[in-house]
C-alpha cells in the first residue's frame, strides 16, 4: 500500500516536472507516455480491487468511457477516424489520467497527513516551475505583447491557476480555524508569485478561471465567517487607502492584469480580442447543422482551424452520435460539480477544495478543447483531490459533507 502510494504521489508531480523547461524540451514525450502507463495499470489493477465499491461518480466516469473506448475501436474498424486528417490518438488519452487519479485515490485512501504534504510539496514544484520558465525564456516582470512561443501557456498556465486558487482557499482557512498563522502568510507569498507567473505567460483561460474562483471565494466566507469578513473588511481599506495615497500602485497593478488579457488584442473586436475563436465557433456551429450526427467523420468538408471548446470541438470531430459518451459525462462532471457546490453554499459551511478545482478545470474548458481533462495531466491533482472528496463522502457513508471540517488545513 505505501508503495503504491508513493508511486502516485510521484506521478502527481511528474505532471509538474516535466513543464520545467530543460525536461520539457528533453523529456516531455517519455514522462507523459510514462504517466499514462503509470496510471493506467494501477487504476486497472485498482479497479478490481473489491473494497471499497466505486462511487457512483466514477461509475458513470468508467462506462462513458468505455463506451467511448468502444465508439473509437468502431471509427478504426470501419475505416472513418482515418478519413479526417485532422484526427489524433490524443482524444483516446484524455481520460486516461483523470480516471486513473480518481480510481487510485477513491481505492487507496491517504490520511490527512498525507494529502496536506503533497498539496504542499505540489504548489512548492508549481511555483517553483513557474519561475524557472519566465527565467529561462526572459520574459521578466513586463507583460510581453507576443506569446512566448516556447511556452506551452495552454499546459502550463492552469497548473499555476490550480496552485493560486489552492493556496488562495488555504489562508482563507487558516483565518477560519485559527490555526498555524505563520503558514498563513507563507501561501500569500505563493499566491502572488504564482498568479504573476499566470499573467506573464498569458494563460488568458486559467487567469480568468482564477480570478473567478477567487471572487466566489472571498464573497463566501465574507457572507459566513466573522474573521474572513473582517480580513476582507481589512484589505478593502487599506487598497483604499493606497489609492487615495499613492494611485499609481493600484492602477500599475490593474493595467499588469489588464494588458495580460488584452495585449496586441484589438479589445472593441470581440473575434480578434477571443484569437479568432468566435470566427471559428461560428464555422464549427454552422459545420454540424448540416452534419450533426457524425460531424467531420463522415464528411469531405473540415472545420477550418480548432474550435477551441471542448463540448464543440468534440461534436464537430465526432458528431453527436460519435461524442455521445464524452458529452454525457462531461454534462454529468457539471451538474455533480454544481450540485454539490450548492449544497455547500446552502449550509454555510467550508467548500470543498477539489469541488473548486474541477471547477476551475471547467471554467478553462469553454476555451480549451482539452479540458476539463488536460493535456499532460496538467489537472492531475484536481482528480486526485475528487477521488479523495468521493472516498470520504460515499465511501464512508458521510454524504452530509457540511458537517465536515476543512480537510486541508
Not at 212 to 225: D, V
Amino acid at each position: 500500500m505505501k508503495i503504491i502510494k508513493k508511486i502516485i504521489f510521484f506521478a502527481l508531480l511528474l505532471t509538474v516536472i516535466q513543464q520545467y523547461p530543460y525536461v520539457r524540451e528533453n523529456y516531455y514525450s517519455q514522462i507523459r507516455t510514462l504517466l499514462y502507463l503509470i496510471l493506467g495499470i494501477f487504476s486497472f489493477i485498482g479497479i478490481f480491487i473489491s473494497k471499497p465499491k466505486l462511487a457512483l461518480f466514477i461509475k458513470v466516469f468508467f462506462i462513458c468511457t468505455f463506451l467511448w473506448y468502444l465508439l473509437m475501436g468502431i471509427f478504426y474498424v470501419t475505416g472513418l477516424f482515418f478519413e479526417n486528417p485532422y484526427n489524433t490518438n490524443k482524444d483516446i488519452l484524455e481520460p486516461v489520467i483523470p480516471l486513473g487519479l480518481l480510481v487510485l485515490a477513491y481505492k487507496f485512501n491517504f490520511r490527512h497527513n498525507e494529502v496536506k504534504k503533497i498539496i504542499i510539496i505540489y504548489i512548492i514544484f508549481v511555483t517553483i516551475m513557474g519561475i524557472t520558465n519566465i527565467l529561462y525564456y526572459g520574459i521578466g516582470l513586463e507583460i510581453p505583447k507576443l506569446y512566448v512561443e516556447n511556452i506551452p501557456k495552454n499546459q502550463i498556465g492552469p497548473i499555476l491557476s490550480i496552485s493560486s486558487i489552492i493556496c488562495f482557499y488555504l489562508f482563507l482557512n487558516k483565518l477560519i480555524i485559527k490555526k498555524h498563522l505563520g503558514t498563513f502568510y507563507i501561501y500569500i507569498i505563493i499566491f502572488i508569485i504564482d498568479i504573476i507567473c499566470l499573467a506573464l505567460i498569458r494563460n488568458r483561460s486559467g487567469l480568468l478561471a482564477t480570478f473567478i474562483i477567487i471572487l466566489f471565494l472571498s464573497a463566501f466566507y465574507y457572507s459566513y465567517n466573522k474573521r474572513t469578513k473582517q480580513f476582507i473588511t481589512s484589505a478593502l481599506l487599506v487598497i483604499f487607502i493606497i489609492l487615495l495615497v499613492k494611485p499609481y500602485i493600484p492602477k500599475s497593478i490593474f493595467s499588469f492584469f489588464y494588458n495580460s488579457f488584452t495585449a496586441n488584442y484589438d479589445i472593441s473586436n470581440l473575434d480578434n480580442l477571443s484569437a479568432g475563436r468566435i470566427k471559428i465557433y461560428e464555422n464549427a456551429i454552422n459545420f454540424l447543422s448540416n452534419n450533426i450526427f457524425l460531424g467531420e467523420l463522415n464528411s469531405s468538408e473540415y472545420v477550418p482551424g480548432i474550435a477551441h471548446n471542448y463540448l464543440l470541438n468534440k461534436a464537430v470531430k465526432y458528431g453527436l452520435m460519435g461524442s455521445f459518451p464524452l458529452i454525457f459525462l462531461y454534462l454529468y462532471i457539471v451538474i455533480f460539480i454544481f450540485n454539490t457546490l450548492l449544497k455547500q453554499i446552502k449550509f454555510g459551511r467550508i467548500i470543498e477544495l477539489s469541488i473548486l478545482l474541477i471547477w476551475q478545470a471547467i471554467i478553462i474548458s469553454f476555451f480549451e478543447y482539452s479540458y476539463p481533462y488536460s493535456p499532460g495531466g496538467s489537472q492531475a491533482i484536481s482528480w486526485f483531490l475528487l477521488g479523495q472528496y468521493l472516498s470520504r463522502t460515499f465511501c464512508q457513508e458521510k454524504e452530509s459533507s457540511n458537517e465536515r471540517v476543512c480537510f486541508i488545513s
